[in-house]
Antibody, heavy 117, light 110 residues
Framework: QVQLVESGGGVVQPGKSLRLSCAAS????????MHWVRQAPGKGLEWVTL????????YYADSVKGRFTISRDNSKNTLYLQMNGLRAEDTAVYYC??????????WGQGTLVTVSS | QSALTQPRSVSGSPGQSVTFSCTGT?????????VSWYQQHPGKAPKLMIY???KRPSGVPDRFSGSKSGNTASLTISGLQAEDEADYYC??????????FGGGTKLTVL
């Protein structure tokens, strides 16, 4: 069965960096695009970024463009999110999600990122 | 990339039907037949319930149905059950490989 397990969250000061990982199993990772979606405490979902199956194309929400970088290592079945210049408003649970056409068909359990001094 | 508009809360009694609305623009909901709906129980990951406006993934009960008219999409749950109590989020493809979610609707089963 499809499993997505995020890690790397924690408490970080404003302006600092953090890298999240998402370990995938149960499907052929290298043939699917992957998303990151976040959810601020008590708030709704926000799409963050998408990477194509081979990593050649990347797309970002305006709110993170220029600060966040999505990448993947298909040999390790792992998705990454490098977050630089973190702000208080980036505080959220970050989910990785498998892309299936125009929907998010499987989600991980999420990892909490807290940006605070 | 403005969020889609969803009512904050909806309630219904067991056995009843409830409908959630999701309003966007011509650039998202109205422009593509790529609306999806997600159920999220407290502390849990979202779960896909409806995709491409009105398609159900395998394993999702046929009590869940979706539709769209113009810039507004809808999710209907018929034969409401206690376990349906959760937050529901709509999502639409918004072009150029971007997506936009709604703010979510909290369903209370009375």
């Amino acid at each position: 069965q499809v499993q997505l397990v995020e890690s790397g969250g924690g408490v970080v000061q404003p302006g600092k960096s953090l890298r999240l990982s998402c370990a995938a199993s149960g499907f052929t990772f290298g043939t699917y695009g992957m998303h990151w979606v976040r959810q601020a405490p008590g708030k709704g979902l926000e799409w963050v970024t998408l990477i194509s199956y081979d990593g050649s194309n990347k797309y970002y929400a305006d709110s993170v463009k220029g600060r966040f970088t999505i990448s993947r290592d298909n040999s390790k079945n792992t998705l990454y999110l490098q977050m630089n210049g973190l702000r208080a408003e980036d505080t959220a649970v970050y989910y990785c999600a498998k892309r299936e056409n125009f929907r998010f068909d499987y989600w991980g359990q999420g990892t909490l990122v807290t940006v605070s001094s | 990339q403005s969020a889609l508009t969803q009512p904050r809360s909806v309630s219904g009694s067991p056995g009843q039907s409830v409908t959630f609305s999701c309003t966007g623009t011509n650039n998202d909901v109205g422009g593509y037949n790529y609306v999806s709906w997600y159920q999220q129980h407290p502390g849990k990951a979202p779960k896909l319930m409806i995709y491409d406006v009105n398609k159900r993934p395998s394993g999702v009960p046929d009590r869940f149905s979706g539709s769209k008219s113009g810039n507004t999409a809808s999710l209907t749950i018929s034969g409401l059950q206690a376990e349906d109590e959760a937050d529901y989020y709509c999502c639409s493809y918004a072009g150029s490989y971007t997506w936009v979610f709604g703010g979510g609707t909290k369903l209370t089963v009375l």
